[in-house]
T-cell receptor, first 116, second 109 residues
Framework: DSGVTQTPKHLITATGQRVTLRCSPR?????VYWYQQSLDQGLQFLIQ???????AKGNILERFSAQQFPDLHSELNLSSLELGDSALYFC???????????????FGNGTRLTVT | LAKTTQPISMDSYEGQEVNITCSHN???????ITWYQQFPSQGPRFIIQ???TKVTNEVASLFIPADRKSSTLSLPRVSLSDTAVYYC??????????FGSGTRLQVQP
């Protein structure tokens, strides 16, 4: 158990709809990352938050947005969904702000989104 | 960002030692080298991390030469349950992490 909790585990919705994915990081971790993994594809980095602030942005579509709340949980909002958005969405957390000390990512088990 | 190069796939048999090498020619001074394992439909799992020379834990060993331009993950006596995708990442923990395509290891009986 990585300590990272993602809900829901599965989500089925129709094109054009909007969904919210939720992530609770490991206790004490300040940083949250969101990744997208389509079938048989690699992990595509979407966005990173650190202690409530956006830290880095990857290949995230304008239809997607995220935020990290004061209690450090994070939500990824996907809107105007398209068939191609069907994928596994992973959240990971790490403890940053420790100088050059390494800080591995700890991943949740993902939310499987199916857009029909 | 340091770019990594790994073999796309590898095959092995149960009981063998498997070595997966990753090239990271422009690794930064502050980067640690981290390896992750991913099973189908699961999130990647941290395996091992090192900065230089050799690191060993209960799961694997990591060998990093002095120039740090490559690293080798060594899995001793693999079993069927080691069938997974393995990713290497240079990692300072301070910036976005880009996973490459990884190495798909298939262990056969």
């Amino acid at each position: 158990d990585s300590g990272v909790t993602q809900t829901p585990k599965h989500l089925i919705t129709a094109t054009g709809q909007r969904v919210t994915l939720r992530c609770s990081p490991r206790s004490g971790d300040l940083s949250v990352y969101w990744y997208q993994q389509s079938l048989d594809q690699g992990l595509q980095f979407l966005i990173q938050y650190y202690n409530g602030e956006e830290r880095a942005k990857g290949n995230i579509l304008e239809r997607f947005s995220a935020q990290q709340f004061p209690d450090l949980h994070s939500e990824l909002n996907l809107s105007s969904l398209e068939l191609g958005d069907s994928a596994l969405y992973f959240c990971a957390s790490s403890s940053l702000g420790q100088g050059t000390v390494d800080s591995p990512l700890h991943f949740g088990n993902g939310t499987r989104l199916t857009v029909t | 960002l340091a770019k990594t190069t790994q073999p796309i796939s590898m095959d092995s048999y149960e009981g063998q030692e498997v070595n997966i090498t990753c090239s990271h020619n422009n690794i930064a001074t502050n980067d640690y080298i981290t390896w992750y394992q991913q099973f189908p439909s699961q999130g990647p799992r941290f395996i091992i991390q090192g900065y230089k020379t050799k690191v060993t834990n209960e799961v694997a060993s990591l060998f990093i030469p002095a120039d740090r331009k490559s690293s080798t993950l060594s899995l001793p006596r693999v079993s069927l349950s080691d069938t997974a995708v393995y990713y290497c990442l240079p990692d300072t923990g301070r910036r976005a992490l880009t996973f490459g395509s990884g190495t798909r290891l298939q262990v056969q009986p």
